[in-house]
């Protein structure tokens, strides 16, 4: 699965962001895929956000207009350019998901875009319990990702794209149940609203506060 327009995307910033923006309008428009996941959760400028797999920091910037002291990390170096230059009042950081060089309870909310499904189930499970880590008791993690269509309408479009853009990591993320895994990884006060016929998922879950 997946073309050589995948690697396209990954190799050239501005391409991806025109594909995340084009396939954000089923979901509201671009303004309203990169804030919906953690649009109920009060920030301030003395909150601390993680954008974990941020990318070249399209919900980045959304996150960074609250206010908030906003951390991006990401794997790409080459992602990470693109966003420095367009966010330069953001601190980015080079680094993998499943070891992030960050103290324990260092964020208020740890938000993530569309990059959970890019992991194989153990991967997913080991960024989940680091997630958990690098939250303060009490704090938030927000996610939007895929979910099988609960409208059958929206499966062709659905499977077309995937087929296109994503690897078999993307069809195993729609047999998982994300509110389930977080719960076992330790999360709880779990919320998932269904989006664009149910083919994209938001989840906020909150770490203990003991």
């Not at 954008?51 to 910037?61: E, I, K, N, Q, S």
């Not at 966010?87 to 980015?92: D, E, K, R, S």
């Not at 990702?145 to 195993?172: K, M, S």
Request: aromatic letters at 8%; hydrophobic letters at 45%.
């Amino acid at each position: 699965m997946a073309t050589i327009l995948r690697d396209w995307s990954f190799a050239c910033a501005p391409l991806y962001e025109a594909i995340a923006s084009g396939a954000a309008v089923l979901a509201g428009g671009e303004r309203h895929f990169r804030q919906v996941a953690w649009q109920n959760v009060s920030l301030s400028a003395d909150s601390s956000v993680l954008d974990l797999c941020c990318g070249p920091g399209g919900a980045t910037r959304y996150l960074a207009a609250t206010g908030a002291r906003v951390t991006g990390l990401d794997r790409s170096e080459r992602s990470l350019r693109h966003a420095r230059e367009r966010l330069p009042g953001v601190h980015f950081v080079q680094g993998r998901a499943e070891a992030m060089p960050f103290a324990g309870a260092s964020f208020d909310l740890v938000h993530t875009s569309v990059a959970l499904h890019e992991m194989e189930p153990t991967q997913r499970r080991t960024i989940i319990c680091e997630v958990l880590r690098v939250l303060k008791p009490g704090g938030t993690f927000a996610l939007i990702d895929y979910h099988r269509p609960t409208n059958p309408l929206y499966w062709p479009g659905l499977a077309l794209f995937l087929w296109v853009f994503e690897t078999h990591t993307a069809w195993e993320l729609l047999a998982t149940d994300l509110p389930g895994l977080l719960a076992e990884c330790g999360f709880s006060t779990l919320k998932q609203q269904l989006l664009a016929g149910g083919s994209l998922q938001t989840v906020q879950a909150r770490k203990p506060q003991v």
